[in-house]
């Protein structure tokens, strides 16, 4: 996020912080500890209630690949008036079959595999670790093949391992408030138009019941799911600058 966003939006002169969330990135876990995708949701909650208490400047929430779907469960949670927007590369709400198919590493891991993390997660069994690359279809995170070479050896990233309890939470997580009830703040998807993993009808089943508030959607021409390409990149970035202008100014 830092390398396609980030940074571009700081240099821009917007206050940019990215967060690793816990079992991603510098992050460190206690030892013995197994976070669930609730704390994923909480600590995000949290962090916000503290930026907030650094000063009253509106906050926007960006989320990249799940971590879209993560700016909308958390915008659901916060206390209403705590984000003034959130955008997401991605709407995934992993309830629905058609997009737990499409994501998934394969139709079996849907359908099958889905359903055995629920039943090992109520055993000693769920704080095992489970290879990302073989729960999604970490295959299609990158258009770019030398991008792909560093992505599949990242452990801190698309190569990392979390625990069964941790997919079974992300696959069955039910928001606070569903879309048809959504009105906590307006919402931009920037999808890429050369998503080979989460394609733009996969968000539409969160983003479509949403009326209470604005909803827009940008395409990134050329761009793969994480949108290295242009003119796709350069689109994300000025959508996003836009977005945050309008909703805070």
Not at 20 to 25: F, I, R, S
Not at 66 to 74: D, E, I, Q, S
Request: net charge negative; with cysteine; hydrophobic share 40%.
């Amino acid at each position: 996020m830092s390398l396609i966003l980030g940074a571009p939006l700081a240099a821009r002169g917007f206050e940019t912080v990215a967060l690793d969330n816990l079992g991603y990135g510098l992050t460190q876990v206690k030892p013995g500890t197994t976070p669930t995708y609730d704390d994923w949701v909480d600590l995000v909650v949290d962090y916000l209630a503290y930026e907030q208490s650094r000063d009253d400047r509106p906050i926007v929430l960006y989320g990249l690949s799940a971590g879209g779907m993560l700016t909308y469960h958390v915008a659901a949670k916060a206390p209403r008036g705590t984000l003034a927007g959130i955008v997401g590369m991605t709407f995934l709400d992993q309830r629905d079959q058609q997009v737990r198919d499409e994501t998934s590493h394969d139709k079996l891991t849907a359908r099958a595999g889905v359903p055995a993390m629920s039943l090992f997660a109520k055993t000693p069994a769920a704080s095992m670790k489970y290879p990302m690359s073989l729960a999604g279809k970490m295959s299609a995170l990158a258009n770019n093949t030398e991008a792909m070479k560093v992505f599949t050896k990242d452990r801190t990233s698309a190569a990392n391992w979390v625990s069964i309890r941790f997919l079974d939470r992300y696959m069955n997580y039910v928001p606070a408030v569903e879309p048809g009830d959504f009105d906590a703040c307006p919402v931009l998807l920037t999808q890429p138009a050369e998503d080979r993993w989460s394609p733009h009808h996969l968000s539409l089943p969160v983003l479509s019941p949403i009326t209470k508030v604005p909803v827009d959607t940008v395409m990134l021409d050329n761009a793969g799911h994480y949108p290295l390409e242009e003119p796709g990149l350069q689109q994300m970035q000025d959508a996003i600058a836009a977005f945050v202008t309008k909703h805070t100014t």
